[in-house]
């Protein structure tokens, strides 16, 4: 197989005659694409992270192409065929019953392309207009891909870097392949699952996919909630930047430091924009707080998303993302001797080092001061985090109940600092002698429901109960 190397953008329609202006320098070749997938009722291609497409050409040209694997490199076999038949004679392709396979879903777009000579390399520039359809369901494609055709990947690294700093251009790690399944599916993508810790995969190779997962699911969300800032957009971005900041921070001994850090920095401001909508959210949901407060607080919501809406756009968070990527595929952590060794093992020693401290500091934490409980609630749940990104078999006799542990001492915890933040939040909004009341009110419900007594207690439960599965 041949290692095709591609980063791909998700591109505001507004944006693209724009982007394609600055980035090629002569007209484009100018072509539609009409591609048939196919996949098994069961998709077992897809499960395997696999994508096998016809793609016609206005020439009369079809050619066959077989993707596999996951990030930035993927492996890719490709040969003209004749239209509308399958060669199944390829060894990748045996063991798959030729009448199990049927098109599940197609893709029509207008590519207009070109080469861009970058350093003393070789880069095919593709932007993508069209649509996916599944049945009468639909999604639209409007993306940029860069392609190393020969050279250096600093080299795209470089390219990438300078688009992304410039135009809106969102890092995107979701295929059309995924995509198109998940449509014919009538799915909606789920969150990441979880890298299961078996077989021969090595420490960095396990964690590698797992930043690559989270980083998926980071960049998505950042999108959609662009798009629209509802409530469960935001919670679900937040989510998604948690899985990837506590990959960050608890494995981070594993990564390369130069790398990591900017990552860790820019992950850290874009959940504290998100932090101050969902704080926001939070109050609204408590019901009921008086005219003035209920008037003020979609207000205020209003104000902090667009603020969030305009973070997501900027430069900054495009280029974390985008740097998340390097961390995750460059460098020579993932094959470093520390990282060389078992997945399970040597993530688990890991796991165990941070759930120590954590189990040293719940004993006593009846004796904690607020700042100190608050703190050893963001250590559990960065712990809660990492641990759920992965599963190995030898870890599922104990896991379920571990992990209900885990959640419930950080949400009691959580509780605990509710009225703390709701403080913060409501001291910054315009507020008449009325709405300070009704403030003071909410403040006082929440504390009322914050109950110290409940925490320490499910704290206590989790650093006595069942043994970490990883132990």
């Known amino acids: ?41 069961d998709e077992a291609l897809a499960a395997n992270g696999a994508s096998l497409r016809l793609r016609s050409e206005a020439s009369g040209r079809t050619v066959q192409t077989l993707k596999t694997g996951r990030g930035l490199a993927r492996d890719e076999i490709e040969a003209d065929v004749e239209p509308g038949r399958l060669d199944l004679s390829w060894p990748a392709l045996a063991g798959i019953a030729p009448d199990r396979l049927a ?8 590519r207009r392309s070109g080469v861009v000579e970058v350093g003393a390399s070789r880069v095919e520039a593709a932007f993508d207009e069209g649509e996916i359809r599944a049945g009468d369901r639909s999604a639209r494609v409007c993306e940029v891909e860069l392609e190393l055709l020969e050279g250096d990947r600093g080299d795209l690294f470089a390219l990438a870097r300078s688009l992304a700093s410039e135009l809106p251009l969102t890092l995107s790690l979701r295929t059309k392949a995924a995509r198109g399944a998940d449509l014919a599916a009538a799915r909606v993508w ?35 909630t662009s798009e629209s800032p509802t409530p469960e957009a935001v919670h679900q971005l937040r989510v998604a930047l948690r899985r990837m900041r506590s990959l960050v921070s608890v494995f981070g001994r594993r990564l390369d430091r130069s790398g990591a850090e900017p990552v860790r920095a820019g992950l850290r401001d874009l959940s504290r924009a998100c932090g101050e909508v969902r704080e926001l959210d939070v109050l609204a949901g408590m019901g009921p707080s008086g005219p003035a407060l209920d008037a003020a607080l979609p ?10 809406c305009a973070r997501l756009a900027a430069a900054p968070a495009r280029l974390t993302l985008l740097e ?27 796991l165990g080092r941070r759930w120590r401290r954590i189990g040293r500091e719940g004993q006593e934490a009846e004796g904690l001061e607020p700042e100190a409980l608050h703190a050893l609630r963001l250590r559990i749940k960065a ?26 001492a950080q949400d009691a915890l959580g509780l605990l600092n509710d009225a703390r933040g709701a ?49």
């Not at 290692?3 to 791909?8: N, R, S």
């Not at 078992?342 to 688990?348: D, I, N, S, Y």
């Not at 300070?436 to 439960?461: M, N």
């Open 190 to 224: 789920p969150r990441a699952a979880p890298v299961v810790l078996a077989g021969d995969l090595t420490t960095g190779d396990a964690l590698r996919q797992a930043l690559l997962a989270a980083l998926g699911e980071a960049a998505f969300r950042a999108r959609d």
């Open 299 to 308: 207000a205020a919501r209003r104000k902090a998303a667009a603020r969030l």
């Open 1 to 41: 197989m041949t290692p095709e190397v591609e980063i791909k953008f998700a591109c505001p329609p507004d944006a693209m005659e724009a982007a394609l202006r600055q980035v090629l320098q002569a007209p484009p070749r100018d072509r539609t694409l009409l591609s048939f997938y196919y996949d098994t009722p």
């Open 103 to 110: 098109p599940r879903f197609s893709v029509q777009v207008r």
């Open 423 to 471: 403080e913060g939040v409501l001291d910054g909004l315009d507020l008449d002698a009325e709405g300070r009341r009704e403030a003071r009110r909410l403040v006082a419900r929440l504390r009322h429901r914050g109950d110290a007594r409940r925490a320490l207690k499910a704290v206590d439960q989790l650093v006595r109960g069942p043994a970490p599965p990883f132990t």
């Open 324 to 350: 998340g990527l390097f961390l995750a595929e460059t460098g020579d952590w993932r094959g470093a001797p520390a990282n060389a060794g078992a997945a399970a093992e040597g993530l688990g020693a890991d």
């Open 383 to 408: 712990f809660r985090y990492a641990f759920a990104a992965f599963e190995a078999p030898g870890w599922r006799g104990s896991a379920t109940a571990f992990r209900d542990g885990l959640r419930k």
